[in-house]
């Protein structure tokens, strides 16, 4: 005792699809999928070229306390035409006791190596000495 008014089945509600059309037989599948032909050409018409060097360096991604205080060493070094000249007077006479220091120290060094090389010659000539000695008994 079904009644029309109830629940259809599901095939009924579905319409009705066309039959399918004859066509061309299906194509092969494809295989090339890339290629580099003509890609060194065109890159090469123009050249390659290096990539520009940045005039500053990016700060991006460094410690911020760091740049910070760069920033604040920058302007501390910030100075006129006269102190710029006192300075570089001054780091000359610096550099100069640095060289004349290097060079006593340098002279002293050599100094040291020749007499260890002349206690050497003496410990030499007295181990040669008593061999000798000692084959003379």
């Given at each position: 005792?079904?009644?029309?008014?109830?629940?259809?089945?599901?095939?009924?509600?579905?319409?009705?699809?066309?039959?399918?059309?004859?066509?061309?037989?299906?194509?092969?599948?494809?295989?090339?999928?890339?290629?580099?032909h003509?890609?060194?050409?065109?890159?090469?018409?123009?050249?390659?070229?290096?990539?520009?060097?940045?005039?500053?360096?990016?700060?991006?991604?460094?410690?911020?306390?760091?740049?910070?205080?760069?920033?604040?060493?920058?302007?501390?070094?910030?100075?006129?035409?006269?102190?710029?000249?006192?300075?570089?007077?001054?780091?000359?006479?610096?550099?100069?006791?640095?060289?004349?220091?290097?060079?006593?120290?340098?002279?002293?060094?050599l100094?040291?190596?020749?007499?260890?090389?002349?206690?050497e010659?003496?410990?030499?000539?007295?181990?040669?000495?008593?061999?000798?000695?000692?084959?003379?008994?």
């Amino acid at each position: 005792a079904q009644g029309t008014t109830g629940p259809q089945s599901p095939a009924a509600s579905k319409p009705t699809e066309p039959p399918p059309r004859p066509s061309a037989p299906p194509a092969m599948a494809k295989s090339k999928n890339h290629t580099g032909h003509n890609q060194v050409y065109k890159n090469h018409r123009n050249g390659i070229k290096r990539t520009r060097r940045p005039k500053k360096m990016s700060m991006q991604g460094m410690n911020c306390k760091f740049v910070r205080n760069q920033a604040y060493a920058k302007r501390g070094m910030r100075c006129t035409a006269e102190e710029k000249q006192q300075r570089l007077a001054a780091q000359k006479e610096a550099q100069k006791k640095m060289e004349e220091k290097k060079a006593t120290e340098r002279a002293n060094r050599l100094k040291e190596l020749e007499e260890m090389k002349d206690a050497e010659k003496l410990k030499a000539a007295n181990k040669q000495a008593k061999k000798e000695a000692q084959q003379k008994k």
